[in-house]
């Protein structure tokens, strides 16, 4: 239904700007929430004379009232390795207290919810590949934890706000995705990579980089996103390319895609490292007549200038 109301919060990360472009580009009114703690005002900038779009700097750890919204995407989290590090106890907030506010703010104005929950919920899978029936196997008290812990959090009171209040809930369970405006110093597989054989540095492999991903292109993600938002489903859904690749071919790839002569180095591997990480998208499949088209070829090709022009104009990305 084109022209609701929709509240996006993390509207300034990779995702959540995509979502925005997304939304606006059916005819809906977005306001978009971020408090910039690792977003970025440049996945906006080109928002700005959209008529269509507000937004709205706030840290949703805080109680805040949007005024009468039809949806909420709650994308609003930290979500790199180098991010959640640095910001422990935030993403923690962020994902109960600032879970609770939006969700209360659905419950108000009887909107739609969708909260972008994480494959981390899974851990370091005993079951391959990964299926929502499965309750993972996380170490609650990790450096990893904070992330973890907080988006496990969050998919309790989500389900809690659907069965208690009877909010209209969705679960996305979001694996590995890459594409333009992903943060060129995150520390995430795809844009370290990217940076790295772009400089013509050594593309560092933690580990001897046999342990797994699958990587979804950011159009994909989106698109398997707003068919679960206008679905009758009420159970975490992953979403996420089934297609999976060793670190050390994804390195091989990127390569290719940037014609680098990059070599390619080995580091330790960090605490809790999944091994594998592939998503069973049987139910997005079924329940949503979703699965993802762009190959990793295809989506490195398409994120090129990208990463290329980041470095070029030396902005934080």
């Not at 499965?134 to 009171?157: H, L």
């Not at 593309?203 to 342990?211: A, E, F, K, N, V």
């Not at 490292?273 to 997005?284: G, K, N």
Request: charged share 20%; with cysteine; proline share 5%.
């Amino acid at each position: 239904m084109a022209n609701q109301i929709i509240l996006v919060t993390g509207a300034a990360g990779f995702l959540g700007s995509h979502l925005c472009d997304a939304l606006l580009a059916e005819g809906h009114t977005v306001i978009g929430v971020d408090n910039f703690s690792t977003g970025s005002s440049v996945n906006l900038e080109h928002l700005s004379s959209e008529s269509k779009f507000r937004f709205l700097s706030h840290d949703i750890t805080h109680s805040f009232d949007p005024g009468r919204i039809d949806y909420v995407f709650n994308f609003a989290s930290p979500a790199s390795p180098v991010d959640y590090t640095r910001l422990g106890v935030e993403t923690l907030r962020v994902g109960s207290a600032g879970t609770f506010n939006t969700l209360e703010i659905a419950r108000k104005y009887n909107a739609g919810y969708l909260h972008a929950s994480t494959s981390e919920c899974y851990g370091d899978p005993e079951v391959h590949p990964q299926v929502e029936t499965y309750w993972g196997n996380v170490n609650p008290i990790g450096p990893r934890s904070v992330y973890d812990e907080a988006k496990r959090f969050s998919e309790a009171a989500v389900m809690a706000f659907h069965r208690y209040y009877g909010v209209n809930t969705h679960l996305v369970r979001i694996f590995n995705t890459y594409g333009p405006r992903l943060q060129a110093n995150d520390g995430r597989v795809v844009s370290n990579f990217m940076i790295q054989a772009l400089r013509g540095e050594s593309l560092t492999i933690y580990g001897d980089g046999s342990q797994t991903r699958s990587f979804c292109f950011v159009s994909d993600l989106i698109d398997g996103i707003l068919r679960l938002s206008r679905s009758s489903e009420h159970l975490p859904v992953n979403i996420g390319n089934p297609d999976e690749y060793t670190i050390l071919e994804c390195a091989k790839e990127i390569l290719a895609v940037t014609g680098s002569r990059s070599e390619i180095v080995h580091k330790p591997l960090p605490p809790d490292d999944p091994a594998r990480r592939r998503p069973d998208i049987t139910r997005a499949r079924t329940l949503l007549g979703w699965e993802p088209k762009v190959s990793l070829r295809e989506g490195l090709s398409r994120s090129l200038e990208y990463f290329r022009s980041s470095i070029v104009s030396h902005v934080s990305v």
